[in-house]
């Protein structure tokens, strides 16, 4: 079950991984769902859980988190890029990404950054930008409130909120996205 937003872009990545191990197993089949985001719960296939035998559920939101963890499946399920108290997941450590990207940001001589960040809907999202900021505190170039603008996971949103970077003249010479979708909004303005 994959959710039907932005991230539908990744999914070629994550389905090319999952035919890699796939392969060697000639008796297992894959079958994407998608779903709308906050749309789990209407899902009849997955409350029935008749045409499988297990499923990955990819990038729940709050509300779909909230309908998972009420519900007992007779069936396993694995969180993809979420936690959970209740199924077994896969995630990354967050704060571990954001402190990367700061490293490489630095080690490219990006002193001044401009953050765009979306509300933070979920930990991951807030641990990440943490990371970052932390990183950033910890080598002598904190990232001031101004140059940290609030904008929604879009790619509208990025674009909103480059535009409003390059508007200011903000004096930096990177931008970190918190998301996929706010990069890839971003990328239309500089282009300009």
Known sequence: YWSNDFRTALLGRFLQGMQRELSARPDMELVVVTYPSGGLSRQSSLKEGRRFHGAIIANA????????????????????????????????????????????????????????????????????????????????????ESRILETESSLAGGAAACGRILAAMEPCTALYCSSDAIGLGARRPLYD
């Open 61 to 144: 939101s709050e509300e779909d988190l909230a309908f998972l963890e009420e519900q007992k499946f007779p069936f396993p399920v694995v969180l993809y890029n979420r936690e959970s108290r209740n199924y077994s997941f896969v995630t990354v450590d967050e704060r571990k990404m954001g402190r990367l990207a700061a490293e490489k940001l630095l080690s490219f001589g990006h002193r001044n950054i401009c953050v765009l960040s979306s509300p933070h809907r979920f930990p991951y999202m807030r641990e990440r930008d943490e990371g970052l900021l932390s990183a950033y505190q910890a080598a002598g170039y904190p990232v001031y």
